[in-house]
C-alpha cells in the first residue's frame, strides 16, 4: 500500500509553486519511516490564523511554528482501500521565517524540520518540554530522530 498526502494552503498566500514539493517530501518522510496506507493533510497559513487555531485549541493567545491535530482513525474510501486518517498539520509560514532566522538555518531546512516534526507528532510522538535549542544537543527520542531524518534529507529542496 501507500501513502495519501493533501496538501493546501490559506488563500490569502496566493499560489505556493512548491506545494507539491511538500507533498512529495512527506511522502518521501512517510517511506523513510516505514509508515504505511496513511493520510495526512497539511495546511499552510499565516500568523493570524495559526494564532487564532493556538488560541482555540491549546488556551495560547500567540502564533506557532507547527500544530498538529492527530486522529488516527481507519476508513474505507470509495475504491475499497483501507486507510488511516493519521490527522492534520498546520504550518504558519510567517513563524517558519521566524524560526529560521532564529536558528540560523535556511528556510528549506526550517521547513523539512517542520514537516518531519508534523509527521512525527500525528504517529504517536510527543517530545515532552524538549524543543529544538541553539547549541544543544537533542536527547529526547522524538527530537533525535527529527534530526536523523531531517539528515537523511539535507540534499532536498522543497522551496
Not at 490564523?49 to 507547527?66: H, S, V
Not at 504558519?92 to 521566524?98: G, H, N, Q
Not at 518531519?116 to 541553539?134: Q, S
Request: proline content about 3%; overall charge negative.
Amino acid at each position: 500500500m501507500a501513502n495519501r498526502v493533501i496538501v493546501s494552503a490559506e488563500e490569502s498566500l496566493g499560489e505556493l509553486p512548491w506545494l507539491e514539493n511538500a507533498e512529495k517530501f512527506v511522502l518521501d518522510v512517510l517511506d523513510r519511516l516505514e509508515f504505511d496506507g496513511e493520510e495526512i493533510s497539511v495546511f499552510f497559513c499565516q500568523n493570524e490564523m495559526i494564532k487564532e487555531l493556538n488560541k482555540q485549541y491549546r488556551d495560547i493567545d500567540a502564533p506557532t511554528d507547527i500544530l498538529s491535530f492527530e486522529n488516527g482513525e481507519e476508513y474505507t474510501d470509495e475504491q475499497g482501500e483501507k486507510w488511516i486518517s493519521a490527522g492534520d498539520m498546520i504550518i504558519s509560514l510567517e513563524t517558519l521565517a521566524e524560526n529560521s532566522a532564529y536558528f540560523n538555518v535556511d528556510e528549506n531546512e526550517e521547513f523539512k524540520r517542520l514537516l518531519i516534526h508534523g509527521v512525527l507528532h500525528l504517529n504517536g510522538y510527543d517530545h515532552g518540554d524538549e524543543h529544538i535549542e541553539n547549541g544543544v544537543v537533542p536527547t529526547d527520542p522524538m527530537i533525535v530522530l527529527q534530526e536523523s531524518v531531517l539528515k537523511d534529507f539535507s540534499e532536498i529542496k522543497i522551496k
